[in-house]
């Protein structure tokens, strides 16, 4: 699942809506990363987050924020993912975010943790999970789907495709730019299938060994 990713600046945001809605010539190009001098922040389940839903005209997409999760009263922290086959299913606790809620929630890179692999933390230098970050390979932002609510918000997750599937079981649906109308519109359900979006994909912490079937940047 997804529990972590990185956040775009507002001028980002809105660059993405641009594009999406036509009005940029060019698609966005990010800057920084996730570490160092000029990182961006990174948002966790209970963060407050940007996302981009239907506007009011047709056509039209309007940004705004909510917090990264629903509470709910049988756990012990937010539910802060949706899994698309639920959403599929008319899961009563989805059903109205389906129908009203859909969005995107725009990110730099998201990260999944492995299973086994660990790696040492610069920070205690103690062992702990080792986590990869996931990125578009051409430099450029991601849209992932999510559903929206009463202030929250939920990203929605799928089966992995073959740049996530070794590290994680579940990714989010990431969207191509192209694909917004349709994840805001009617043929949301024909988007489950993320097999052929490709990612760029590198080891959080440099001391892990690189798995020979993926690809790094």
Same mark, same amino acid.
């Given at each position: 699942?997804?529990?972590?990713?990185?956040?775009?600046?507002?001028?980002?945001?809105?660059?993405?809506?641009?594009?999406?809605?036509?009005?940029?010539?060019?698609?966005?190009?990010?800057?920084?990363?996730?570490?160092?001098?000029?990182?961006?922040?990174?948002?966790?389940?209970?963060?407050?987050?940007?996302?981009?839903?239907?506007?009011?005209?047709?056509?039209?997409?309007? $940004?705004?924020?909510?917090?990264?999760?629903?509470?709910?009263?049988?756990?012990?922290?937010?539910?802060?993912?949706?899994?698309? !086959?639920?959403?599929?299913?008319?899961?009563?606790?989805?059903?109205?975010?389906?129908?009203?809620?859909?969005? $995107?929630?725009?990110?730099?890179?998201?990260?999944?943790?492995?299973?086994? !692999?660990?790696?040492?933390?610069?920070?205690?230098?103690?062992?702990?999970?080792?986590?990869?970050?996931?990125?578009?390979?051409?430099?450029?932002?991601?849209?992932?789907?999510?559903?929206?609510?009463?202030?929250?918000?939920?990203?929605?997750?799928?089966?992995?495709?073959?740049?996530?599937?070794?590290?994680?079981?579940?990714?989010?649906?990431?969207?191509?730019?192209?694909?917004?109308?349709?994840?805001?519109?009617?043929?949301?359900?024909?988007?489950?299938?993320?097999?052929?979006? !490709?990612?760029?994909?590198?080891?959080?912490?440099?001391?892990?060994?690189?798995?020979?079937?993926?690809?790094?940047?």
């Amino acid at each position: 699942m997804c529990g972590r990713f990185v956040m775009l600046t507002p001028e980002e945001v809105e660059s993405v809506v641009a594009a999406v809605e036509g009005r940029a010539r060019a698609r966005l190009a990010l800057g920084g990363g996730a570490e160092g001098e000029g990182a961006r922040p990174q948002a966790r389940p209970g963060s407050v987050v940007p996302y981009v839903g239907k506007g009011d005209d047709v056509g039209e997409l309007e $940004i705004a924020e909510a917090v990264w999760g629903f509470e709910v009263p049988w756990g012990k922290g937010p539910v802060f993912n949706t899994r698309v !086959e639920s959403a599929l299913s008319g899961s009563p606790m989805w059903r109205e975010a389906v129908a009203d809620g859909r969005c $995107i929630v725009p990110a730099a890179a998201f990260f999944e943790p492995h299973a086994s !692999e660990m790696a040492v933390s610069p920070r205690t230098g103690r062992k702990v999970k080792q986590s990869y970050e996931f990125a578009d390979p051409d430099g450029g932002p991601l849209l992932l789907a999510g559903l929206q609510g009463g202030g929250r918000c939920s990203i929605v997750t799928c089966e992995p495709n073959r740049w996530v599937a070794p590290i994680h079981p579940r990714m989010p649906l990431v969207l191509r730019f192209e694909e917004v109308p349709a994840w805001l519109g009617d043929d949301w359900a024909e988007l489950a299938d993320r097999s052929t979006v !490709e990612l760029a994909i590198r080891p959080e912490l440099p001391s892990a060994p690189q798995p020979n079937q993926l690809s790094l940047f």
